[in-house]
């Protein structure tokens, strides 16, 4: 691949690890490109408005492209793809925030389909509620040819992506490290798995660890590549209310998934639904309020929904249970026939309630959908 001198300046200053964005942004407004930026003096640099003399002499220091040069042969070592906010390739969606980053580096690859993207975000300690819905949401999205977005961090994001992948679905995830850093170490086969039916993505140089400060730059990028947000599961703290944030900055319509009231990991998105969100009880709630996601629907004739849902062994037995009653069946009738622990029932039973295949009766009792 060629680099020419503009992006190997580009790459420079993005080296620059205290150098946001916003202040990269005065820079070349000021000098007009990343080239004239490295050419100035470091008093002009620092005349420029949010430039501090420690930046300045940072900058001056980096006009040797040597540096640049490095990352990009690391980058072609692990097969990663280096672009400029300027490159064709780049993402629109990414392009039209404010704060877009001048550098993505990319592993795997960015699709025209995925413009059609869904950010799927939640707690690193989910409950089994939290985690069956994400499941469900993210294999009901993947089957229909829309790409999830998420963090990979775990929980939540891993629930996700591991979801996507079983459906061969596409998903991205968006990191808060360089690539030659694993974060979380767990997650190092799947990170493998994704660049296969999907993209790593990073703003940040390859050797940046997964400092705390990365992750709410992260979680920005994630909701600019979307269309819409949806949070699972989050306590009051938690950085998916981050993304929802920027999300709504970014004009993007925000979902939320109510849970129970007396969950810690529920507050976050409870309260979210009293701020306003969009409340997500099943995916068609989001497919019918998002234009283009309904518009695919419409015309994808590919996978019927009534054909939808494939079945687990499990919930396949379930069904047989379900399948000639008409008054609807206990839960504890469900787990005696057979044979396992209520909350593995009950995890099963709210997946296919959420897909629409049985519907909860009152006192507890499921009976199946017609």
Do not use: W
């Not at 080239?35 to 006009?63: D, F, P, T």
């Not at 949401?137 to 992506?161: M, P, Y």
């Not at 283009?292 to 494939?310: I, T």
């Amino acid at each position: 691949m060629n680099y020419s001198d503009e992006k190997k300046a580009v790459i420079s200053l993005n080296l620059i690890p205290y150098l946001g964005y916003g202040q990269f942004q005065n820079l070349l407004l000021r000098f007009g490109s990343a080239q004239k930026i490295l050419e100035a003096s470091e008093k002009e640099i620092a005349a420029v408005e949010g430039i501090s003399l420690k930046i300045a002499k940072a900058v001056s220091e980096r006009r040797n492209l040597f540096d640049a040069e490095k990352e990009i042969a690391g980058s072609e070592k692990i097969g990663a793809k280096i672009l400029t906010y300027a490159e064709e390739g780049y993402p629109e969606l990414l392009k039209s925030i404010f704060d877009y980053p001048p550098v993505l580096y990319i592993l795997g690859d960015i699709r025209k389909e995925d413009f059609l993207g869904i950010a799927l975000v939640g707690t690193r300690r989910p409950s089994a509620y939290g985690l069956t819905v994400a499941k469900t949401f993210a294999a009901d999205f993947a089957r229909n040819g829309i790409t999830c977005v998420s963090g990979l961090a775990r929980g939540i994001d891993t629930e996700v992506h591991k979801t996507c992948l079983e459906e061969e679905g596409r998903t991205i995830a968006v990191l808060g490290n360089g690539f030659l850093r694993h974060y979380p170490p767990e997650n190092r086969k799947l990170e493998q798995e994704i660049v296969k039916n999907g993209a790593l993505i990073s703003e940040f140089p390859l050797n940046t660890s997964p400092d705390k400060a990365n992750f709410p730059r992260r979680n920005r990028i994630i909701s600019s590549l979307s269309l819409a947000t949806v949070v699972i599961e989050a306590d009051e703290k938690s950085g998916s209310l981050i993304t929802a944030r920027f999300a709504m900055e970014q004009g993007k319509d925000v979902f939320a998934v109510p849970g129970p009231i007396f969950s810690k990991y529920s507050k976050g998105t409870n309260n979210l639904i009293k701020s306003g969100a969009n409340v997500a009880q099943s995916t068609e709630d989001i497919i019918e309020g998002i234009s283009p996601f309904k518009k695919l629907m419409k015309a994808s004739k590919k996978r019927p929904r009534e054909n939808m849902p494939v079945l687990g062994n499990f919930d396949e037995k379930i069904m047989n249970i379900l399948e000639n009653e008409t008054e609807g069946v206990s839960i504890d009738y469900i787990t005696g026939k057979l044979g396992v622990s209520i909350n593995e029932t009950a995890s099963s039973l709210l997946g296919l309630e959420l897909k629409g295949i049985v519907r909860s009766l009152p006192g507890k009792q499921y009976i199946k959908s017609h």
